[in-house]
C-alpha cells in the first residue's frame, strides 16, 4: 500500500524560511502526482494552498511556493509568519481517480 | 462565489447508514472536469480521501471502503450525496466535500460536519 511520507513536525522562527516535503514511501514524487498542499488550523476546515505542484490557489501570497525537490514535493514559506503555524497537509493523485493524503506536517512559529 | 456545504444526519448507530449532502453553489456540476469529492477526518487524526464523482457520473472510492460507499449526483439541486453502509465506530470523525478542477485538482473546500458512531 502506498504512504505518502510528511515530517510530523517542524519549527521555524518568524522571518525564517522553511520547505515542507512530501514523499512517497515507495518510488518518487513527480508533477504526473499533481501534488497539492493544503492548509488546517485547529477546528477549521482545510483550505487549498498550491495546487498542480506548483499553482496558487486564489488568495495565497507569493511567499507560499511548491515544487520538486528531489524525489519530493516540497512546500516552502518564505519569511514565517505567526498565522502560518498550522498543519500542512499534501495529497498525491495515484492515477485511475484515486488520492492519498500524507499525515500531514504540524509547524509551529516561534 | 464557489461555495460547499455538507448537511445530514450528525450521529448514527452502528450498522446503520450514513448519508450526507453536499449542496454547491458558483459552478456546475455538469462542466467537463469537474468533480465533488469527500474527505474525512477521524478525531486528532489525518484527512483521509473517500471518493469524487465527476460531471460525467464516473465514481472512484477508496479502495478499502469497497461497496460501503456510494456518490450521486442531483444537478438539478446543485447537490452531492455521500451514502456509506454499514458505519463503525472507526467512521467517526468531520466529513467534507471538495470541488475537483480540471479532474485532478482540490480547489474549495466545504465547512464539513461532524459525524459520530455511537450506539
Known amino acids: 500500500q502506498t504512504v505518502v511520507t510528511q515530517e510530523p513536525s517542524f519549527s521555524v522562527s518568524p522571518g525564517e524560511t522553511v520547505t515542507l516535503t512530501c514523499g512517497l514511501s515507495s518510488g518518487s514524487v513527480s508533477t504526473s502526482h499533481y501534488p497539492s498542499w493544503h492548509q488546517q488550523t485547529p477546528g477549521q476546515a482545510p483550505r487549498t494552498l498550491i495546487y498542480?505542484?506548483?499553482t496558487h490557489s486564489s488568495g495565497v501570497p507569493d511567499r507560499l511556493s511548491g515544487s520538486i525537490l528531489g524525489n519530493k514535493a516540497a512546500l516552502t514559506i518564505t519569511g514565517a509568519q505567526a498565522d502560518d503555524e498550522s498543519h500542512y497537509y499534501c495529497?498525491?493523485?495515484?492515477?485511475?481517480?484515486?488520492?492519498?493524503f500524507g499525515a500531514g506536517t504540524k509547524l509551529t512559529v516561534l | 462565489q464557489i461555495t460547499l456545504k455538507e448537511s445530514g444526519r450528525t450521529l448514527v448507530k452502528p450498522t446503520q447508514t450514513l448519508t450526507l449532502t453536499c449542496s454547491v453553489s458558483g459552478f456546475s456540476l455538469n462542466t467537463s472536469g469537474a468533480g465533488v469529492g469527500w474527505v474525512r477526518q477521524p478525531p486528532g487524526k489525518a484527512l483521509e480521501w473517500l471518493g469524487v464523482?465527476?460531471?460525467?457520473?464516473?465514481?472512484r472510492n477508496r479502495p478499502s471502503l469497497g461497496t460501503r460507499l456510494t456518490i450521486t449526483r442531483d444537478t438539478s439541486k446543485n447537490e452531492v450525496v455521500l451514502r456509506m453502509t454499514n458505519m463503525d465506530v472507526v467512521d467517526t470523525g468531520t466529513y467534507y466535500c471538495?470541488?475537483?478542477?480540471?479532474?485532478?485538482?482540490?480547489?474549495?473546500w466545504g465547512q464539513g460536519t461532524a459525524v459520530t458512531v455511537s450506539s
Open positions: 471538495v470541488r475537483i478542477r480540471d479532474l485532478l485538482h482540490f480547489d474549495n
Open positions: 464523482i465527476y460531471w460525467d457520473d464516473h465514481q
Open positions: 495529497v498525491l493523485y495515484m492515477g485511475s481517480g484515486l488520492w492519498v
Open positions: 498542480n505542484t506548483r
